[in-house]
């Protein structure tokens, strides 16, 4: 069965203290490997892709990794308006899957960060 | 501006009624999605549609129904059978099955 764990749940950081929030996955057969941030009330803004494992993909202070069974959103000198619950989904090759774009997400890591 | 729009925001269920979200894109996409969202669970697939007049159950369809008449739109009926209806509504729609999916800003539907 595909899954998807995030960790942690919760991260507090000082503005300008650099993390890494982690997305562990099983999954048959990755077809990609998608990171959503949510700020509250809203709907999930997408970030990035990950198709196959080596990929990493940066936009500003955000950079995501791609391993075989985890990727990570590594976040640089972050500031307060980073603030945010961070997604992470897969979508696998099992059939009801591959040709129907289904995506299975984890429970989100919310980060909070002080100035 | 191209996008997903999701109305109303806020909408309230007496007991035994059924209410309708509306879900409307502008992106031209073919698939479009109804997820629901609860605290501290991840976002869990009630119904999905890749074509116009074609849709299929997710994870979560019973109390619930869609229709898709046209590609631009996918509304979702929350049924008087849905004994548990509180919680966010999001949408989203996609170009193909591994591109990325675009959320509308969801519809938070509680109990009367």
């Known amino acids: 069965e595909d899954q998807v764990t995030q960790s942690p749940e919760a991260l507090r950081l000082q503005e300008g203290e650099s993390s890494s929030l982690n997305c562990s996955y099983t999954?048959?057969?990755?077809?990609?490997l998608f990171w959503y941030r949510q700020d509250p009330g809203k709907g999930p803004e997408f970030l990035f892709t990950?198709?196959?494992a080596g990929e990493e993909k940066e936009k500003e202070r955000l950079k995501a990794t791609l391993t075989k069974k985890e990727s990570f959103l590594h976040i640089t000198a972050p500031k307060p308006e980073d603030s945010a619950t961070y997604l992470c989904?897969?979508?696998?090759?099992?059939?009801?899957?591959?040709?129907?774009?289904?995506?299975?997400f984890g429970q989100g890591t919310t980060l909070q960060v002080k100035p | 501006d191209g996008g997903i729009t999701q109305s109303p925001k806020y909408l309230f269920r007496k007991e035994g009624q059924n209410v309708t979200l509306s879900c409307e894109q502008n992106?031209?996409?073919?698939?479009m999605y109804w997820y629901r969202q609860d605290p501290g669970q991840g976002l869990r697939l009630i119904y999905y549609s890749q074509i116009v007049n074609d849709f299929q159950k997710g994870d979560i369809a019973e109390g619930y129904s869609v229709s898709r008449e046209k590609k631009e739109s996918f509304p979702l009926t929350v049924t008087s059978a849905q004994k548990n209806p509180t919680a966010f509504y999001l949408c989203?729609?996609?170009?193909?099955?591994?591109?990325?999916?675009?959320f509308g800003d969801g519809t938070r539907l509680s109990i009367l």
């Open positions: 999954v048959s057969g990755l077809r990609g």
């Open positions: 989203a729609s996609s170009d193909y099955s591994n591109q990325p999916q675009h």
């Open positions: 990950l198709y196959s």
């Open positions: 992106l031209n996409h073919d698939a």
């Open positions: 989904a897969v979508q696998g090759s099992t059939p009801g899957s591959s040709n129907t774009g289904k995506l299975i």
